[in-house]
């Protein structure tokens, strides 16, 4: 993954209204921009097949486009989906376009290319750069201690833990004994039915290893990774992967 976009961490933020942005329109340059830094990104699972489709956004929020993610469904893929997801999500801030995942999106087309709709990122370009976050420690979020069990890894733990998540329900939980075994936490359903909060946390799973691996590259730690089928299930603690710090 391209370490420019681990400094679009501090500067990212959710538009949940575009108003105040702008009237700027993104250029067909850089549509194809956006198409191109796409095929570049890192899938976690590089055999599961995936598309976006850019089209118009209508709708109460002020955005310009939709940006919406498509993919086979296979073990992994709403992980997969949330880590090129959250890719491009980093990519777009860097491009002063600002964001909004947006889970309760309908989808024009609900299938492409014979795969499956899974979300969308709604879009418009930013008049003005100066918008993004300028405290990122400001933004609500657990404390560390909720979300890291073990000794603490400087410039990554406390970084992690501003992945974007639906509902910012936050469903990741960190184990560190030596290797960083990282499971999704079931429970905090906020305002989410069961299922939606079951589809939605895999999705911010991959948000999160996102940023594990931005965080983790930037500061020089080598790892593999190790992934675990997630069917979803609403135990506790679902182990979703284990990195071997090397
Ligand atoms: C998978 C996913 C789905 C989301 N769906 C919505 C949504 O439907 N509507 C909305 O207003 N925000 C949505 N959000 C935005 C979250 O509420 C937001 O990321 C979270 O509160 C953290 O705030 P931040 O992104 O500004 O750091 C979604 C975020 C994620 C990761």
């Known amino acids: 993954m391209n370490d420019a976009l681990y400094e679009m961490i501090f500067k990212r933020k959710s538009f949940h209204l575009f108003r105040g942005t702008g009237d700027l329109s993104l250029s067909d340059g850089e549509l194809a921009a956006i198409r191109t830094a796409w095929s570049g990104f890192t899938p976690l699972d590089p055999s599961i097949r995936t598309a976006i489709r850019i089209a118009p956004c209508l709708g109460p929020r002020g955005a310009e486009y939709c940006i919406l993610f ?43 290319d014979g795969l499956d709709y899974v979300i969308m990122i709604a879009i418009r370009k930013l008049a003005d750069g100066s918008l993004f976050r300028k405290d990122m420690f400001k933004s609500k979020r657990d404390p560390v201690e909720k979300i890291w069990q073990g000794e603490r890894i400087d410039g990554v733990t406390e970084l992690v833990r501003f992945a974007p998540s639906a509902c910012n329900s936050q469903p990741w939980f960190v184990k560190n004994d030596g290797a960083l075994s990282v499971f999704r936490r079931f429970g905090k359903l906020g305002i989410m039915p069961k299922n939606t909060a079951l589809y939605f946390n895999r999705i911010d799973m991959g948000i999160f290893l996102a940023f594990l691996d931005l965080c983790l590259k930037h500061r020089g730690i080598a790892f593999r990774r190790e992934l675990f089928c997630d069917g979803g299930d609403a135990q506790p603690l679902t182990l979703n992967a284990v990195y071997h710090l090397l």
């Open 70 to 112: 498509y993919s086979e469904k296979k073990d992994g893929y709403l992980q997969n989906i949330g880590y090129l997801g959250e890719q491009m999500d980093l990519y777009l801030v860097s491009e002063n376009i600002g964001t909004l995942w947006l889970g309760l999106g309908k989808p024009d087309e609900a299938t492409f």
